[in-house]
């Protein structure tokens, strides 16, 4: 069983930066994929960005491109997500989650294990 953890949440102006956090256990992580999405209250779950674990590559939604930046950390076994020029319409709840390849995906239905969620708000 894979358990993530996410943290870092809160409420911020526009403009303003943010880092989330999603601490992963219950297994070694080097053939997993990690990803983010967001969910705004009545929209549907999106894809922020994603990492593959065992070289580090990235993708990013179009949205968030140039604005946000997921690194890992492999000693920590952690996954960050770095927020900067927030919007308002950054608005919603985060997750992470991990799927059992090395290559990332867009779609949350390929993603086997969520976090809870953390609360993002940007006012304007």
Request: hydrophobic share 35%.
């Amino acid at each position: 069983q894979v358990y993530l953890v996410e943290s870092g949440g809160g409420l911020v102006q526009a403009g303003g930066s943010l880092r989330l956090s999603c601490a992963a256990s219950g297994r070694t992580f080097g053939s997993y994929a990690m990803a983010w999405f967001r969910q705004a209250p009545g929209k549907e779950r999106e894809f922020v960005g994603g990492i593959s674990w065992i070289n580090g590559n990235t993708d990013y939604a179009d949205s968030v491109q140039g604005r946000f930046t997921i690194s890992r950390d492999n000693a920590k076994d952690t996954v960050y997500l770095q927020m900067t020029s927030l919007k308002p319409e950054d608005t919603a709840v985060y997750y992470c989650a991990a799927r059992y390849r090395v290559t990332i995906s867009r779609l949350a239905s390929h993603y086997n294990y969520w976090g809870q969620g953390t609360q993002v708000s940007v006012s304007s």
